[in-house]
Structure formats: C-alpha cells, structure tokens
C-alpha cells in the first residue's frame, strides 16, 4: 500500500475511502505544514493530499523527493510552487468546481451582509442596545438593482454575477485579464481602475499569488465610489490589507466584506475594530457536502496517479 499523508483533518467519508485504499496518515494540527514539515512530508510519502496554508514554496522540493503527487484539497494552489514541483517530478491537482456554488453563496452572503450592516445589527441586538425599529436606524446600501463589479470572471466570479444577475437584478460589469465571453448579459471593462470607478460593490474572485499579490492597492481602492462595498472572497494577498483599512477608516469606501485575509488566521485589530466591515473565517467552501465533494476529488486524482493515468484535475 502507497503511503499517503494527509496534511488535515477531513469528513470522515473521505478519511474512510483513503483508508480503504491507501496507508494513511492523518496530521490532525490545524496550522499548515512549515516549509520544512512540507519538505519532510516529499520525502517521506509517496503522496499527499494538502491544503491551503501548507508550505509547499520552491524551497520544500530541494531536498530528497519521494512523492508522486500532491492532490490539493481547495481550488487555490497559491500555497504550491507548481513549477517547483513539476521540476521535481511532483504532479499537482486540485478541486475545480466543487466549490464554485458554495464559494460564490459566500459571496452573496459578504454582499447582503455588509450592504445592510448585518454583523453590525447583530452586535447591537446581542449587546442589549437595541432601542426599537426606527424609520431612520442602521440604514444600509439597498442591493437590488445596484451594479457589480467582478474581478476575475472564472468559475466563481460568473456562479456570483448570475446569482446577482438574477437573484437582484444587478448589472453585472466584470475585468478578466484576458478577453472572456460569459453566456449572460454582462458587460466587460478593459480596466481594473474603471470597473471599480463604475461598479457600487466589488467582488474579488481571481487566484492568490505570483502577479495578483496586491493587485488591489491604494490607488485602486481610491478609484472606488464612496458608497462603494468591497468583497473579497479569493485570497487575502491579492489586497493590500493596510491600504483597505486605511481607505474604510477614512470613510473612503462605505464598507467591505472578507471572508480572506493576507495572514491567515491573523485579523489586524484595526481590521475587526471597525462597524463597517463583516469578517468570516474563510467559509467559503465550509458545508458538509461540498467539504466531502473536495476530498473525493482530491482522493480521484491520487487514485488516477496511483493507476499510472492522467489525473483529471492536474493544475
Ligand atoms: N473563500 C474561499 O473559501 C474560496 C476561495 N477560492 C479562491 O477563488 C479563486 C478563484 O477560483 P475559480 O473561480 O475556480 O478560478 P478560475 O481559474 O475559474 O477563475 C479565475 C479567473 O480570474 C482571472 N484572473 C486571473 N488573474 C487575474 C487578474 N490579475 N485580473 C483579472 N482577472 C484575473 C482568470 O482569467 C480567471 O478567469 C481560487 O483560486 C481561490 O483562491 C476558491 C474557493 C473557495
Ligand atoms: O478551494 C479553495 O481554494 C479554498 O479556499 C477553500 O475551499
């Protein structure tokens, strides 16, 4: 039996199917493997299922590589050098589609939330400060009918411009960064500074890392509305985090919804001091059925290395 490492805990349905297959072992530490534990990890296994915050960087595959494949548990591989591990032999996949659904649901869930100060009304009501329903308390953005902004029109980008196309009767504008037909009555901007110039609420939706590491710096948020609402549901990095406190701490946009940050599982205090802003744990996939979905898939492809085939999710 090939020895495979799992780098954390997952449902037991996917712990169950690898163990029927595979001699397993399961790291159950919530903190992602150190740079030198992702090294240990090639040498040692023949393959391991990682995720998200695994240190998986160029430096892990200098050393002795015994690992055929690393089957990523989530579609974002930011935490993988990929050409590293090509060099080394090491093929990679990950889990494309599995998570669209939830992942955009998520981002409607950011959208409502902070256009109508949800997090705010619900701190207030458990506070024992709510004083009575008033025609003029905690007024909001009203989102039907307000114009989004997408960045990045990939799987998740589009499953969020189609819920908000025709879940509130949005106009959806996007910027990819190469051309992109989408088969609904979106509008695609050839400027990152002129679709958050025209859009009311941003959302992020483009791959972590490499050239998208901050990616939307000061002068993009400055292009935004002042009443604008800015979403990020990708990765933490893409965003220059200080420069968005800055820009809500001066009111220069209304408010934001994270469900990622740049350091990961570090919130800046400034960040979760301010009213305006409604901050997830990076829930995005977090749904039984979606969870158990991902595993399977990751699971798919160490089984189709394993059977010497092509793996379906390669990256
Ligand atoms: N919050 C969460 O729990 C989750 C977050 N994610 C993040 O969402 C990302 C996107 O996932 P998918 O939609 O499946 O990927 P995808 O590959 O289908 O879509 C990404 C899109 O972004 C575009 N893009 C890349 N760089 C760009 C740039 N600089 N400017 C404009 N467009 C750019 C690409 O051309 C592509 O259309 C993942 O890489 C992951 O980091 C994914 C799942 C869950
Ligand atoms: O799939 C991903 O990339 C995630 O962030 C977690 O599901």
Redesign the pocket.
């Known amino acids: 039996m090939k020895k495979l490492l799992i780098t954390r805990a997952l449902p037991d349905s996917v712990l169950a199917a690898a163990r029927a297959r595979f001699d397993v072992t399961l790291r159950t530490e919530t903190a992602g493997l150190s740079v030198a534990e992702a090294a240990a990890a090639l040498r040692d296994y023949d393959a391991v299922l990682p995720t998200?915050g695994d240190g998986f960087t160029a430096e892990a595959f200098t050393g002795d590589i015994r690992c055929g494949v690393l089957a990523n548990f989530?579609?974002?591989?930011?935490h993988i050098d990929v050409a590293a591990a090509r060099a080394a032999g090491v093929a990679v996949s990950n889990t494309?589609?599995a998570?669209?659904d939830?992942?955009a649901d998520?981002g409607l869930t950011l959208i409502l939330s902070a256009c109508r100060r949800a997090g705010e009304g619900e701190r207030l009501v458990r506070a024992g400060l709510w004083t009575g329903w008033q025609p003029t308390q905690m007024l909001g953005t009203h989102v039907t009918g307000k114009t989004v902004g997408i960045?990045?029109?990939?799987?998740?980008?589009?499953?969020v411009a189609r819920r908000c196309l025709y879940g509130f009767d949005m106009p959806v504008l996007y910027?990819?960064?190469?051309p992109?037909m989408v088969d609904m009555p979106a509008r695609q901007v050839d400027s990152?500074h002129d679709l958050m110039a025209q859009a009311d609420i941003i959302v992020v939706?483009?791959?972590?890392g490499g050239?998208?590491t901050g990616?939307i710096d000061a002068a993009a948020l400055a292009a935004m509305k002042p009443t604008g609402i800015f979403v990020n549901?990708?990765?933490g990095d893409v965003v220059d985090e200080d420069a968005l406190i800055a820009a809500l701490q001066k009111g220069q946009i209304a408010g934001a919804g994270l469900?990622?940050f740049a350091k990961e599982p570090f919130v800046p205090e400034a960040l979760r001091a301010l009213e305006n802003v409604v901050i997830l744990p990076?829930?995005?996939?977090?749904a039984l059925e979606v969870r158990e979905a991902m595993g399977q898939m990751a699971l798919d492809n160490i089984i189709a290395w394993d059977e010497g085939r092509a793996l379906p999710q390669a990256v």
């Open positions: 998200l989530g579609v974002g591989y930011n494309p589609d998570v669209t939830a992942t998520i960045i990045g029109m990939g799987r998740i980008g589009q499953a910027f990819n960064r190469s992109k990152l939706t483009v791959p972590g050239a998208n990616l549901i990708a990765r469900d990622v990076h829930l995005g996939t977090a």
